[in-house]
């Protein structure tokens, strides 16, 4: 079954972020992609970080649970609006191509009206 390729840009201002749906990640774990929608949120591979503004924080727990995660929240560069979070960064650099995770608020995006494909 194939679907259409849909861009998605900012629920609030309508700004293009430059996701695209064939670049969520649907397959992991079926269980684990239907809990992250249930609780509002969606996992894509990678962003452009052209469109984001990047606000990093660090998440200390205790030693037991594996010390700290690395958090960046990901707000619209236009408007400021939270669109989701990029977690865990792979290598030294702390940029928001190199995030292990990005989970992104389904209710922070709307289907851009000029989808390519």
């Known amino acids: 079954m194939s679907q259409a390729d849909v861009s998605y840009c900012c629920g609030s201002c309508r700004y293009p972020l430059n996701l695209k749906s064939t670049n969520c990640v649907t397959s992991s774990n079926d269980s684990k992609y239907r809990r992250s ?4 949120y969606i996992s894509f591979r990678s962003i452009d970080p052209s469109r984001f503004t990047q606000v990093d924080k660090v998440q200390c727990w205790p030693m037991s649970w594996a010390g700290y995660v690395p958090r960046s929240k990901l707000l619209c560069r236009r408007c400021g609006v939270l669109i989701g979070y990029g977690y ?11 995030f292990k995770k990005i989970m992104v608020k389904i209710r922070a995006l709307q289907p851009s009206e000029s989808s390519t494909g």
Do not use: C
Not at 37 to 40: A, D, N, T, V
């Open 37 to 40: 929608i249930s609780k509002g």
């Open 88 to 98: 865990g960064f792979q290598g030294t650099a702390m940029s928001s191509t190199s």
